[in-house]
């Protein structure tokens, strides 16, 4: 049961260049406002506004599905020096735990450049711009509280207090590699939560099939894992990745794995095309894509490895724009951005093939079949026709396609020794 509450939080607007605020922020703001405010800033300011709320963490948070850096990474000293600009503010968010969560927007025009599988649908009946699930208690969403603009001058600025903002247009941060890093660890974070929903999966498929082909596979590409985060903590720490840590063969793996999915996939579509447009057998869908009618086949397994490579490659290629940005220090977010569009270019191809033909089976009209030995129709085929048309639907539910693109949302709990851990990031809406 959630309530309105009548504590002020602060909130930053952040920019990634020089620019301008293109409204003024003084006075305190509800969620629902906040909401309105971010519609604002992405269609009016010239370079992409993300805003910075800080929240009382007055419960645990669940951070298990995050990234956790220590105090002196730069992501943890860019907060800690955004915080200390302003002392009367932070301090209030902080409450009794001593604990904060930040949660930062970032606009859905620049969100969809570099968010890649970040923006699924979500489940959420939370007021619009209000306390997300980390500060969600055993009732549900506690409080909502209204947002003051807590400024804090760029480098070479002045700080000002909570409330005021700064001259002319408003309250705004230059702080490029906060919003760099912030979402680098977002995305990552989100990635690797995929791969290990994706890992659970497929091993519960394994359990039954006993593959050992498809079992090799599957330990390959998991055996990625500590290689992409060994680069993950040297890249968040502005660190420089050497041929020790074995990327390069992690990148290969999933390359492999990619071009599998990829023959996987053109084979799939192939064959549905040469099925009929309206009603379909399924003896007939069988014989196009064997096993699809068991829910423990080779099809399955094949299914949730292609998705488990597309997760891994979306976390390389956010690695490989985090180093690239970090080598252009005048505008970081602009080179991570481009970094990121013309890697995930190609992977798009894959993932738009996968949805084409989650697509196309979720949409099969399933008949049972009608050769001349036909007579009679089992109460097992019955079943087994009914419970293949009812997986084939639960198909289109894993299609991201034709939703409306959201901005996203990335919270970071600031622990009481200055640490920092970054949950998945998720859409905003």
Not at 47 to 73: N, V
Not at 92 to 111: D, H, T
Not at 144 to 160: E, N
Not at 240 to 262: E, M, R, Y
Request: charged share 20%.
């Amino acid at each position: 049961m959630s309530k309105q509450s009548e504590d002020l939080l602060p909130l930053w607007t952040l920019s990634t260049t020089e620019t301008e605020l293109p409204l003024s922020l003084t006075e305190p703001m509800t969620p629902s406002r906040l909401t309105e405010l971010r519609a604002v800033l992405a269609a009016l300011a010239e370079s992409p506004i993300a805003t910075l709320e800080a929240h009382p963490l007055s419960a645990p948070a669940d951070t298990s599905k995050g990234i956790s850096l220590g105090r002196m990474s730069p992501l943890a000293q860019e907060l800690a020096t955004l915080a200390a600009q302003s002392t009367r503010s932070v301090p209030k968010a902080a409450g009794n735990s001593g604990e904060v969560l930040y949660r930062m927007v970032v606009p859905a025009k620049v969100a969809a450049e570099v968010s890649g599988g970040v923006l699924e649908p979500m489940i959420s009946k939370a007021v619009p711009g209000g306390v997300r699930s980390a500060l969600v208690g055993t009732n549900g969403i506690s409080a909502h509280a209204s947002f003051v603009p807590a400024t804090a001058g760029a480098a070479g600025g002045s700080a000002a207090t909570v409330g005021v903002a700064a001259a002319g247009a408003g309250a705004l941060t230059v702080a490029a590699p906060l919003v760099l890093l912030a979402v680098a660890a977002g995305a990552s974070a989100h990635a690797d939560h995929k791969r290990q929903l994706e890992i659970e999966k497929i091993t519960a498929l394994l359990e039954k099939l006993h593959e050992d082909r498809l079992d090799d596979e599957r330990n390959r590409l998991d055996g990625c894992r500590s290689a992409i985060d060994k680069a993950t903590a040297i890249l968040l720490d502005k660190g420089k990745i050497g041929l020790s840590l074995g990327l390069d063969t992690a990148v290969h793996t999933i390359d492999t794995a990619l071009a599998s999915a990829q023959r996987r996939i053109t084979d799939w579509r192939a064959a549905l095309e040469k099925l009929p447009p309206d009603k379909v057998e399924l003896r007939q869908l069988n014989d196009a894509i064997a096993g699809i009618e068991s829910p423990g086949s080779e099809f399955y397994v094949h299914l949730e490895l292609a998705e488990l490579a597309i997760a891994l490659k979306r976390r390389v290629i956010v690695l490989q724009a985090v180093e690239h940005a970090q080598q252009d220090d005048g505008n970081p977010f602009e080179s991570f951005t481009n970094s990121i569009n013309l890697d995930a270019q190609n992977l798009e191809k894959i993932v738009t093939g996968l949805r084409d033909v989650l697509l196309r089976l979720s949409t099969l009209q399933l008949d049972r079949s009608h050769g001349m030995r036909d007579f009679t129709f089992s109460s097992g085929a019955v079943d087994k026709l009914l419970n293949t048309s009812h997986r084939l639907r639960a198909l289109g539910d894993r299609v991201e396609a034709g939703r409306s693109q959201s901005d996203v949302a990335i919270e970071m709990v600031q622990k009481v020794d200055g640490s920092i851990v970054v949950l998945p990031a998720m859409a905003a809406e």
